[in-house]
């Protein structure tokens, strides 16, 4: 079965990075984009970054460009979430998402938690 | 990119329907058929529920229905549940190969 399992999360303080991962299993990894999401205590799901099959191309929403950098070893079946100049409003759960190849999220990881604390 | 819009809330009895609207723009919902729905119940991942505004996954029930007009898109959910109780989230893809949720909906069973 599709599996999505990230990690990485923890507590940084503003202004360091972290670097989340995402380990995928259960279909052909490099046959699909795989998105972040985030969710902010007591706030909505909020998209974040894809990454296309190959690793082409990579989008960002506005908060993450130039901050956030997202790749992927297909010989690993892993995706990167690199977060530098982390900010507050950064503190969210961080979920993995496989794109369903119709720019939809068909199968999520449970997440990771990224705390922002001096 | 804002945020689509969704009402805070929506409730009915068992057995009556509920309509979710998700409102955007030409550069999102109303210019591309990737709008997709989200079912996110607490302490789970968010589950597809309907996507390419209109389709179903397997395994989701044909209570669950999608529709879209211009600019905004609706989730119907007909013969309530007590495990319809959830959040419901609207996506769409955008205009820059970008992607935007909405607000969010809680839905209340009776």
């Known amino acids: 079965q599709v599996q999505l399992v990230e990690s990485g999360g923890g507590v940084v303080q503003p202004g360091r990075s972290l670097r989340l991962s995402c380990a995928a299993s259960g279909f052909i990894f490099s046959s699909h984009a795989i998105h972040w999401v985030r969710q902010a205590p007591g706030r909505g799901l909020e998209w974040v970054a894809i990454?296309?099959?190959?690793?082409?191309?990579?989008y960002y929403a506005d908060f993450a460009e130039g901050r956030f950098t997202v790749s992927r070893d297909n010989s690993q079946n892993i995706v990167y979430l690199q977060m530098n100049r982390v900010r507050a409003e950064d503190m969210a759960v961080y979920y993995c998402?496989?794109?369903?190849?119709?720019?939809?999220?068909?199968?999520w990881g449970q997440g990771t938690l990224v705390t922002v604390s001096s | 990119q804002s945020a689509l819009t969704q009402p805070p809330s929506a409730s009915g009895s068992p057995g009556q329907s509920v309509t979710i609207s998700c409102t955007g723009a030409s550069s999102d919902v109303g210019g591309y058929n990737y709008v997709s729905w989200y079912q996110h119940r607490p302490g789970k991942a968010p589950k597809l529920i309907i996507y390419?505004?209109?389709k179903r996954p397997s395994g989701v029930p044909d209570r669950f229905s999608g529709s879209k007009s211009g600019n905004t898109a609706s989730l119907t959910v007909s013969g309530l549940q007590a495990e319809d109780e959830a959040i419901y989230y609207c996506?769409?893809?955008?205009?820059?190969?970008?992607?935007?949720f909405g607000t969010g909906t809680q839905v209340t069973v009776l």
């Open positions: 998402v496989r794109d369903g190849r119709g720019w939809n999220f068909d199968y």
């Open positions: 390419e505004v209109t």
């Open positions: 990454i296309f099959h190959d690793g082409s191309r990579t």
């Open positions: 996506t769409s893809f955008t205009v820059k190969n970008k992607f935007v």
